[in-house]
Every structure is written in structure tokens, then in C-alpha cells.
């Protein structure tokens, strides 16, 4: 970890010094717009740092934000980036970022109450906190929120067809009000199409522990639940596992998880942040930047999504459909992805 | 309250509690040695994690599980050879370079999963699977318990006589304690201090690396990064509060392990009891037994310090 600290503040370093030299770096923005499609041609070269919570292979959440950022990079950002960063550390990282770099994000809505301390020390810097759903107070601070609520309802509707046991388990990293809303979406989605299907849902304590998550699921399993569903990361890969060893289903998150086994993972809950945070750098490349406010996509931009559904009769994939079109046209209400905030809110201070 | 006693009732849940304990166990098992002949080994998740990550890539690149293992053994024991290099023949800080490992193996196992199975595409993992055990197996509650299990849980089960018998009733025991008690007396005699204390540390490193490869081949079946996520901590507090001794050590990772398995049991029942608490615990209930139950703990004499001959 520490020597990954080093590289980082090096790079930052680097991105720094270089920035004193806007020609150059200039010429390097335009050739990569030369070859990127979507790129403004008021786009100018900026420097992006990411802190990520977890490791960058985690076919899941920290990937996501590590494919964004090297999104952005593709679209001519100069980027830096230090993962596996951990609660200690998460204000120092964000600190030295914020000194080197225009653009400071936090992969994570761990990151949020860091964030809006540091703020006002770094007026210059541009914040961004990814997949958080609460306004910031700071005007350089800017949430993202994939609205994954809507995908987790159709990842729901899926299990709630899927099942036939009538039990679902949800297992999760740690119990996030992000997290236990998507818990909640999902058993309405499930309920919607299956009256009769009820929830159990346990949290981890850890986004990192594979055997736990193992644990949880083999535990759901015994108590007769036939389709999991997870939120957790690194350690969902355990869940997975585990619900290949016992012989039920499992639902992924985040990307397509049905290459880890293809044949417990009938789907997976898409939630690109990766788009939403190569969004976020093209736009303030362009000069906008929504500080103080929360960037929200959902089902409409593509961001959140259901993967193809496998292993299961085709009529299902009609049902989602059916219901993607109900929650657009907002005939279905999804609860809200602020839905498990507390009124008073944790970061009210 | 009934779905609570039937989940203290339920062979799943002591199933479970004895899957979460064996690596807990085999890693106290090897620092108990190392520790009663006078180092402290901190790097012990070091040695699981570079463990886990070395039976998975044995693993899948033979395809065999049983030359992963040895393999994956064999890179806890790299690890412990640099950790008794530094502590006993450089006459290092053995807390610092434990610490220094256990950041290093993370980080390199981090980086090597990521190179070498692009992106962590890990392939499919032959691991090992469940061995029930004729007859035993059958016993009602103690057969799904203890003998449906893999051959790791059985392994541990022989582990534990076998190293309380070495330590307590051989003379390489004994003199392997003094190693620990007083250095200097068993070098007199010309016993070599140095060599007994290697001996030691590639033990903790074999059975740590065996821990690590029953999580990633036998439980998890596959490689993520941290996989040990901080179990050779906990080992090292099971090997305190057993007091050194193997046989308690069970004891001791009985009570992490079951009331790991437990607090995730409770979270689907009704009784609504707060998830963080359910999941401090395990952690709650190790300080409070520390405190209370196990009194005043006689860590070996000379543990910690390097010997060189005057």
C-alpha cells in the first residue's frame, strides 16, 4: 500500500509539473480527440486522480471506476489514480490528489464525508463523488448517482420469475443506505411479478472477504432460498461461488458477472459508472461541471441496466422488457435510491 | 427467540463455523510453534495470502489441486524464509518486518493476479472438493459437522495432537521451548538456537501458506485480491488468548469462527438485531474473553528478541 502511495504521489508529481506546460500537453489532448468520436472540440486536456476503495479487478464496483477513469484518460486526460485505498488513508490520498490534480474522485460514496471537509481547503479543485446520492454542500463537489435502483428492480423482477422456492437472499458489503435501497428495489421487483416471494438479506461487514460471502450464501441456501443476489463486491465472487456449490441461482452486479459461472449467474444488475464517470470528465473538459448538485442516470441514459438473462425460459426477458417501458413511462414506482437515508441524513453536519 | 434456538441447534451452523475456523487454526497451529521458540511472526497473513494466491495459480497451471497445494505451501514458506532471514540471522525488528510482508504480499499478489489472469479473469479453479468420511459421516449432528467436510477440516483434526505432542512430549519440543525461554542456555549446551528457530518459521510459514490454500481451494474455489482478509490477525490474538497452546487454540478459533458463522445466520432471522453489531461479535467476544476468562497470559520469555552469541 505504501508503495503504491509513492507511484501515485509521483504521478501526481509528474501531472503537476507537466500542467505548468499547457502546449504540450495540448497537442496530446488534440490527438487523442483525433481519435475519439465524442469528444467536444472545446475539450481541453485535464488532470483526473482517482481514489478507489477496493482492488481494480474486481469484476465489480472498483473496476468500474477504474475503466472510467482510464475512459477518461482515452479521451485525453492526463489521470492518476491509487486503489485499494483504505478508510485511514482516505483523507491524505484525496489531499495529495487535490494538490496536483483539477479533478479529485472519490470511487465511492464512502468518500463523500472526506470530500466535503477537504472542499473547502481546495476551492480551485473540482470533486467528484461517484455513485452517491446525496446533494453536497460544497459548490466543487459533484455526486454522480447511477439510479440503480431501477436496475435492481428489474434484476428483481427476474428473480421473483426465477424462483421456486418463493425465497430470495440478498447479501451485501456493508449495510449502505445505497445498498439497502437496491435491497429494497429488488424485493419489489420480485414481488411484483411473484406475490408470494420474500426476502432475506445479510450483510458482509466487507466488500473483501470471498469466504464470508461464500458463507452467506451456502447459509441462505440451507434456509431454502433458490436465487441469490449480491452487492458486495470482491467478496461477491464468494457469493457466486457459494451458490454454485450449493446448487441455486445467483444474480450479479455491477458488470455481466455470468462468465464466473455460467451456470449459477442467470444475470446481472448492470451499473456502468465507468459511463457516468467518463461523462462527468468529457463535460468538465468542455467547461461544465454541476458542484453542489447530483448528476442522476438511470435506465433512459443506459448507465443501469439488466445483462442478458441466461439459463432461463425466454418469457422472462419479455417480462423485464415490459417492465423496463412501465418504470420509464413511470407507471411502476421504484423506491428512490435515497429511500434508505435517514431523515436526518448521516452526513448532515 | 425459536428461530434463534434453531439456529443454535443447526449442524449448518457448527458445519460452518468449523470451515470459518480451519485456517484460523492451522495459521495459530504455526505461530504457536514460532512464537514458543521465540519469534513473533506478524506476517502471518503475509504467508496466507501469498498461500492462497500460490495454490490457485499451482492450481490452474498443472491442473491439479493436490500440486497446487504444494505449491501454495511452498510460497508461505518463501515468505516465512525472508521473515526468519530479517528475524533471526539479520537480527531485525520482527514486528516491522512482519508488518513490511504483510504490505508487500498484498500488494505483489495484487499485482501478479492482475498480470497474470488479465483483469482477474481467473480460470476455473480445480479445487478440492467435499470427502465424506464412510461411517463417521453418518454419526447424526457430528458427521455433518465434522466428517462432511474436505480434507483440510481432517487434516486440522490430526494437526492438533500431532503439534501439542511435538511441542510437549519430544525433545525437539523442549528444546525448541527453551529457544523460546532462554536462548542462551540452550545454545550452551550446544544446541543450535538459530537452526531450531528456521525450523520453527518455515513450520508457521507451511501450515499459514495451508490455511490460505484451504480458503482459495477447498472453501472459495478461485482468487480475489485480500482474499484472507485479515484472518492472520485474528490468528495471532487466537494464539494468545489459547495461551500458546494448540489444544486451546481450537477453542479459541471455535469462538471466532462459530460466532462469525452465527452473526450471519442472525441477520435473516426476525429478531431485527442490528447488522454491525451482529457483525462486531465475533470481534466483541474475543476482547471480552482476552479480558476476562483467560487472566494473565506468560508469553514466552525471550519472545521477540533476537539472539546473537555475545
Known sequence: MTAAAIVAVAIGVTACGSSSKPAVTKTTAHQHAATTTSQSKAARAISVAMAIPGPIDDKSFDEM????????KANGARTTYKAEVATPEFSRVLQTFARSSEVVIGDGEEFAEVTEKLAPEFPQTKFIVAADPIKPHHSNVEALEPNSTQSAYLAGVVAGEATKTNKLGGVGGFEFPVLRAQMQA?????????PKAT???????????AAKGREAATSLAASGVDVVYHIADNAGVGVIDGAQASGIKAIGWGKNQHALAPNTVIASQIV?????????????AAGKFEGGGVVMAGLESGVVGLSPIYNEPSSIQATVESYRKKILA??????SIGGGIPASGPKSD | MQEFLEILGSAALYAAAVRLLVPLLFAAIGEIFAERAGLVNVGLEAMMLMGAFGGVLGAVDTGS???????????GVTVAAIQAAIAINLGGNQIVSGIALNIAVLGLTSFLALTIW???????VPGFGILDLPALASIPFLGTVLFRQTVFVYVAIIAVPVAWWAMTRTTWGLRLRACGEDPRAVDSLGIPVLGLRWQTMLIAGALAGLGGVFISLADVMTFSNDISAGRGFIALAVVIIARWSPVKAVFAALLFGGLEALALRLQTTNLHLPTDLLLALPYVATLLVYAGVVGRTV????????????
Do not use: H, W
Open chain 1, 65 to 72: 471506476g477504474y475503466e472510467g477513469l482510464q475512459e477518461c
Open chain 1, 199 to 209: 426476502m432475506k438479506v445479510v450483510y458482509l461487514g466487507s466488500f473483501e472477504d
Open chain 2, 65 to 75: 489441486a493436490v500440486l497446487g497445494l504444494i505449491i501454495g505451501v511452498a510460497c
Open chain 1, 330 to 335: 413511470g407507471s411502476v414506482s421504484v423506491p
Open chain 2, 299 to 310: 508469553a514466552p520469555a525471550a519472545l521477540g528478541r533476537s539472539y546473537t552469541r555475545a
Open chain 1, 186 to 194: 429488488f424485493e419489489a421487483g420480485a414481488k411484483a411479478v411473484n
Open chain 1, 272 to 284: 456502468n459508472l465507468a459511463a457516468m464517470i467518463k461523462s462527468a470528465c468529457s463535460a468538465i
Open chain 2, 118 to 124: 488479465r483483469n482477474g479473469n481467473v480460470p476455473p
